[in-house]
């Protein structure tokens, strides 16, 4: 079981990423063009979000049977750059991320505005991915991880 959660969660960032850049080019050519929002617009914001929200909870169930988090001793988590990584810096970015992109899409979706809607999206998705990027644990940064 832990194996195939850390392969579907390693694979899904790419997936993640794929859908959040799509959905920002998509809302940042269209504000800028003035274009009208329509359907296609909607379901692009939709599934960065439902990949977004995918991967949260294979998160979610890693983060209590992962070896890598210590969360019932908050100190020597701490002490250890990689266990403090998963224990507390990639769950905050990742969270503060996931707030973020939701937030986006509720915000665009009640905007009546259809310049306003794709500059929502565009900035909240954006800040989103931008934490993203900085909470993922590449494999140049020494924690052990893989590229998929
Ligand atoms: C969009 C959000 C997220 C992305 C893109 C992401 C991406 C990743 C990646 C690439 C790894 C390394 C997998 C490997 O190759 O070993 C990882 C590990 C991990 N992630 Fe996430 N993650 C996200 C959100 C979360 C959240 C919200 C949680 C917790 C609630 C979480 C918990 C973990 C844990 C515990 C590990 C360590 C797994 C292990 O190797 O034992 N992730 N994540």
């Not at 990949?51 to 890693?62: A, C, P, R, T």
């Not at 992962?66 to 769950?91: I, Q, Y």
């Not at 259809?114 to 934490?131: A, C, Q």
């Amino acid at each position: 079981m832990y194996p195939m959660l850390v392969h579907a969660h390693s694979g899904l960032r790419w997936l993640v990423l794929i859908f959040l850049v799509l959905a920002i080019a998509n809302a940042f050519s269209k504000w800028r063009s003035g274009a009208a929002y329509d359907s296609s617009d909607k379901r692009k914001g939709l599934l960065a979000l439902i990949f977004s929200h995918l991967q949260f909870v294979i998160g979610l169930g890693l983060y209590f049977i992962s070896p890598r988090v210590n969360f019932g001793d908050m100190a020597a988590a701490m002490g250890d750059k990689a266990t403090r990584f998963f224990t507390v810096e990639h769950l905050s970015l990742m969270i503060l991320a996931l707030v973020l992109i939701t937030i986006g899409y509720s915000k665009a979706k009640r905007n009546v505005n259809d310049t306003g809607k794709f500059k929502t999206t565009f900035w909240f998705y954006f800040i989103g991915l931008i934490l993203i990027l900085a909470g993922i644990p590449w494999p140049f940064l020494g924690y052990g991880t893989g590229w998929f």
